[in-house]
Structures are given as C-alpha cells and as structure tokens.
C-alpha cells in the first residue's frame, strides 16, 4: 500500500459504543446512538464491504452540533440480526431501504436527514425517493445510487468493467464460497483498490472487518450482487417497492451528492449523470483526497454536508 | 521456497540460454527453478507478419496457417493463446525455420482467418475441441509427430494433444505447466487477488460480458496485455497486428464458451463427449517436456514447477524465463526458440 505523499490523517481509533438492538421490520438492528434524543436526526448509512466505523469521527462531529446521531448496522453486518430464520436473506435494494425506514419508524423518528455511501448511500436514496415526506436532507456519494436493473446487461468502459471484479465474481458460486472463505482478504483488497490513497492501518480494518463475521453477511451480499444484475429474484415482500424503484424515482428533498476524488471504484464525476434524478435543490462537491469510504476518509467534508442540510 | 533442491540432480542449461534461468530436473517430482540473471533491455519484437498464410481443410475446421522453413524438416506447431494471434511467434517461427524445422503456427478456431467448415458446428472454446484441432491439422498435413509448443490456450491445446495422443508428440512446450483443465475443482476459489486478476473471466459468465467483449474487442484485450505483461513495451502497431485477429466471426462465441465451460457452466459439443471424459481424469504427459514461466507474468505468477511435477511421467524440466511476460514466445523469443530445438534435437 503507498502511503506516502499523504498527510496522514488518522482515523479515530476508539470504537462506536455502546451499541443498542431496536427491533424494527425483520430485523434486530444493532445502531450506535449519540447526541441530544430530542436533536434533529441524522441517519448515516455504511457500505460493503465496511461497518458503521466509517462514521467513527463523523458522528461525534455531528453529536457535537446537536444532532441525534443514528449509525445502524446493516443487514448482514455486525450484531445485526434477522428476527425470522425464514426470512429471505435479500440485499436488494428494496430491502435495505425498507430497513432504513423501519428503524426511524421504530425509533419515532418522523424525518431525518440520511446519508450515506455505497450500499448505505443507495438506502438513502430509496428512502428518500419513496417516502421523501421522512426525509429532511440527503447526502449521497456517488450521486444517485438507485440501479437500474433492466440495464445491468449493458456493458461500462472495459477499464470499468476491471474494478467489478468482485461483482462478477459473486456471480459464480465460486465468488460465494470465496468470499465466505475470504471475507477480510477480499474486502482488504477492496479497501485498497477503492481508497489508493487512504493511508489505513490494521487496526482500522480489523475493527470493521469483523461486522464481516455476521452469520448473514455472505447470504446477503451474494443476494445483494446477484440481484442487481437481474440474476436472482427479489424477495416477494419488496416485490411492490422494486416496481417503484425499476421506474428509477426522482428524489425530490434537498440533496447534496459527493464524490472522492481519488475513489478506485467509482471515478468522480461533475453530478450532471445524474443531475436529471435531483428534482429539488441539489449541490454536488468533489472531495479533495478522499477514496470511495469517504465519510472515514474526510470526515470533516461529510459532516459538513449533513449539517448544511441540517441547517436548511 | 523451503524447497531443499539436489544440486546434483540439476541440469542446468540456462547459462546457454539468453534470458533464462534455467533449471531443470529430470525424473524428479521437484522441478526448481531460481533466476539468475538480470532482466534483460527491454527488446521490440519484429514489425514483420507472418505472410503468406495457407488454408487447411482439418476436419470442422479451415485453419488458417503460417508456415516456413523445409517441408521435410522436424516438424514443430506453435501455438497461439488469447487475445493473442501468430504473431506471437512472429521472432520465434523465423528462428526455428533457420534451424532446419518446418513451422506451422495456426489460427485457433475463433481467431484471424481461421474459419468453421459447418455453420451449424457448435462455436465451442472447450479445451478438448482445441486439442483436436491440433490432431486434425496434423492430420491434414501428413505430419506424423510433432514437436507441440504454447502458451495460454495454445498451451493447453499442446497439452491436450500430448496428453491424449502422445504418440504424435515428439515433445511438449508449454508456458506455465500443465493446463489441461480441472473442471470438476473449478468452483474451489483461489486467494482474492488472483480471483480479482481472472475479472475477465467472471465478467465473461454474464450476458454483459459477452456483450461488453463484443464490443470492445481491442480494450479489452488491451488491458489484458497490459496486466498480464506489465514489463512489455509493445507499442499500437503490435498489438493491432494481432487485434485483428479478433474481428473473427466466431472470435465471440469461442471466447465465451471457453470461459465459462471451463468453469462447468455451459454444456461441451457432444462431439468432443469421449476427450472431455478422458480430461476429466487429468491424464498425465508421457512425452518429453519443458516448462517455461515468464518471471514478469502479471496473471499466472511464475512458480518453481513442482506443483505440477506429477503431471509430467517423462524428462521435464522447468525454467523462469526473466522478464517475460505472459506472452511469453513473444517477448522473450530467443529463450521460447531454444526450448523448442533442444527438444527437436533430443528426439
């Protein structure tokens, strides 16, 4: 890993905790909580392969400010859990947004701003394009992340197709059975192909590689890639919210998207791709040195844009 | 490497080798190999084709084919890989002519002017359907038996035929060992970086992959030249001589089928049922044979040779060829060539 060249900026080393269980839909989700309870709320959603630990210096920023901080794990990661054993093990993105909505349900929270990256950023925007009337703000990296299955056969840039490689791969059922023998060796060579210059040590990787040891991550991130191309069917009791979400809703509430500008995975952008799905106010940044975690990786920018929305 | 290595054993070959590091043991279940030399200046491959090409009726096939040097010489038949094309052998085919050996390097099936006989033939990328290719144009030549040399799928197609019809083989070269397909293990995972090094090759499973391949034939063989050969200074006019070659009608078809029988996930041509059957066996090489690997191959990291020792029954010896890349014959042809005539000479 080069780490040179970079101003190193330590991620925070301390953990999120305590963690409380809040039964909401099919889950018990695990969710790290800080700040005043009668603050404004404040969702921030992690991605795969990652843990709520990509919010470690953010929610403290924002707790700081009088926000009321939510940082759950997601499905399939960390002490998160299915209620049901029955339940299908989905990572569509039905799913996960319903999951975000169920827990502010759950916690009385009417509106909240949500924010997110990755997997977590694209439950942000479910959430926000299907019930926008429970969402003050949304941050979203990587602009709008709501996919759009019935073009999953279309092929990117072959340069584009290389750094999928873990999708394709999860395709075969040898991707499952390496990832479920592999799962720190394949999300360290993901952290470091989506972050080059993120200087991470081994203590980082471990403190969130561990959410990878939920009986359900393998199930649902398989789920997750499988469904996305359109190779594996939804779980029936989404089938309603994929109808809405296949027609590629608009998001409609104020929205700030951010790019890192050194992400390995998702090169960023100018936000016109997608300025056309950003009906309301929506201001796009790139981020100076910041790879696809981008919340751990320039917390203070993340925190920013939660607050101005916050603000607003 | 632990690997204790009997000195005496060694046949050590290299010194006469430009670019090789050359060990090899005979007879033994422990083939190492260690570099010994400093990576050579990068070297421009010839600018020349490989002109003019015959046709050859071979059985499902018209086979598209160099050839050179004296029809009576030893016969040798260099085999290309993918995306790559004869021009692999571009160095190596002048080489070997001047050295008295009559060189055939074909087109495979799905490659350059290589055309299918049947437009009803199914369009297979299996390795028993590239062996027999080999055994049909052998057999439309009149060529009893042959020196047999690859790399990538030109080296399976060697295997393959070596392995299955030893008799027609006067010896084996083939880059990075034994590669006749173990299909039945094709769903054990390998560490992630080298799944994340075979991307084209889980890319290929999905309709998006034909469809990407399809339309980007040269980017994205491009890219696969560049990682596989990370230390090859191949300039537009190489790599377009070859990219040609991929505009075959069938070069799509092949691809994808070869890339995802070998994982199990497509059916064989039913033509090829018996071979497949006796591939499944991993059947051992029973010719004489040298392994090559390139130290500089940015997708099959070169090894010492002894996982696959077992494999080969007759001499075999193993060498790391320095600052070779996966293409091997094409960037190192000195060392690819005299591997060849050492084993021409020796039959």
Same mark, same amino acid.
């Given at each position: ?22 039964? $909401? ?22 991605? &795969? ?72 950023? @694209? ?5 926000? =394009? ?11 990296? !990587? ?84 469904? @996305? ?13 994929? @109808? ?69 | ?62 086979? $598209? ?110 880059? !990075? ?18 799944? =994340? ?16 391949? $399809? ?47 070998? &994982? ?84």
């Amino acid at each position: 890993m080069a780490h040179e060249a970079i101003p190193p900026r330590a991620a925070s080393s301390r953990r999120l905790e305590p963690l409380r269980h809040i039964d $909401a839909g099919v889950l018990d989700i695990a969710c790290y909580e800080a700040g005043p309870a009668d603050g404004p709320a404040v969702m921030l959603m992690h991605g &795969f392969p990652y843990d709520i630990h990509s919010y470690v210096d953010v929610a403290p920023q924002l707790a700081a400010q009088g926000c009321r901080v939510i940082v759950p794990y997601l499905r399939g990661y960390g002490p998160t859990r299915f209620r049901d054993p029955a339940t299908p093990r989905s990572g569509e993105q039905a799913a996960v947004g319903t999951d975000l909505k169920a827990l502010m349900d759950a916690l009385g929270i009417r509106r909240a701003v949500l924010a997110g990256y990755d997997w977590g950023g @694209r439950a942000a925007c479910v959430v926000a =394009a299907l019930w926008p009337e429970r969402c003050i703000g949304l941050v979203s990296c !990587n602009g709008y992340q709501i996919q759009d299955i019935a073009r999953a056969m279309v092929p990117a840039r072959p340069d584009r197709e290389v750094a999928l490689w873990y999708q394709y791969y999860f395709q075969l059922e040898r991707g499952r059975a390496g990832l479920a023998a592999n799962r720190r060796g394949i999300a360290r060579l993901l952290w470091t192909q989506w972050s080059p210059i993120w200087p991470f040590d081994d203590a980082t990787f471990e403190r969130t590689a561990a959410a990878h040891d939920n009986p359900d991550y393998v199930d649902v991130v398989i789920h997750s890639y499988r469904h @996305r191309f359109g190779l594996a069917d939804g779980d029936p009791h989404y089938a309603e919210l994929q @109808r809405k979400l296949a027609m590629l809703p608009a998001i409609t509430v104020p929205v700030i998207t951010l790019d890192g500008d050194s992400d390995g995975v998702t090169p960023a952008t100018d936000g016109s791709p997608s300025a056309a799905k950003f009906t309301a106010r929506r201001a796009h940044r790139v981020v100076p040195r910041a790879g696809h975690n981008l919340p751990q990786e320039q917390p203070e920018a993340f925190a920013a844009a939660v607050m101005e929305l916050m603000k607003a | 490497m632990s690997d204790p290595v009997d000195r005496q054993r060694r046949l050590v070959l290299g010194a006469a080798l430009s670019g090789v590091a050359g060990i090899g043991i005979a007879e033994n279940d422990r083939a190492v190999a260690q570099p010994e030399s400093p990576t050579p200046p990068a070297r421009a491959s010839s600018s020349q084709r490989l002109e003019p090409l015959r046709r050859i009726e071979a059985e499902v096939l018209d086979i $598209a084919c160099y050839e050179a040097g004296p029809a009576d010489g030893p016969a040798v038949i260099l085999l290309h890989g993918f995306p790559y094309d004869i021009h692999s052998y571009v160095d190596v085919a002048p080489q070997l002519a001047a050295q008295g050996c009559r060189v055939l390097a074909p087109y495979l099936r799905g490659f350059g002017p290589t055309r299918f006989r049947d437009p009803a033939t199914l369009r297979s990328g299996e390795q028993a359907a590239l062996g027999a290719d080999v055994m049909a144009l052998m057999d439309a030549l009149g060529i009893g038996r042959a020196v047999l040399a690859g790399h990538n799928w030109g080296a399976r197609a060697a295997c393959v035929a070596a392995a299955l019809w030893p008799d027609r083989c006067r010896g084996l070269v083939t880059v !990075n060992s034994y590669l006749i397909q173990d299909i039945a293990r094709a769903m054990v995972p390998a560490d992630p970086e080298f799944e =994340a090094a075979l991307w084209y090759e889980y890319y290929f499973q999905l309709e998006r992959g034909r469809v990407g391949l $399809a339309a980007s034939r040269r980017e994205m063989a491009e890219i696969l030249w560049e990682q596989w050969s990370p230390d090859w200074d191949f300039d537009d006019e190489t790599f377009e001589r070859s990219a040609a070659a991929f505009d075959n009608p069938d070069f799509v078809d092949i691809v994808i089928h070869s890339y995802r029988h070998r &994982f199990g996930l497509v059916a064989g041509d039913p033509a090829y049922a018996d071979l497949r059957r006796r591939l499944a066996a991993l059947p051992p090489i029973t010719v004489p044979s040298v392994t090559l690997d390139g130290d500089a191959d940015g997708v099959l990291v070169a090894s010492d040779g002894s996982a696959s020792a077992a494999k080969f029954t007759a001499r075999r010896m193993h060498r790391v060829v320095r600052g070779a890349g996966h293409n091997l014959p094409q960037e190192a042809p000195e060392a690819f060539a005299a591997t060849v005539m050492e084993l021409v000479k020796a039959s």
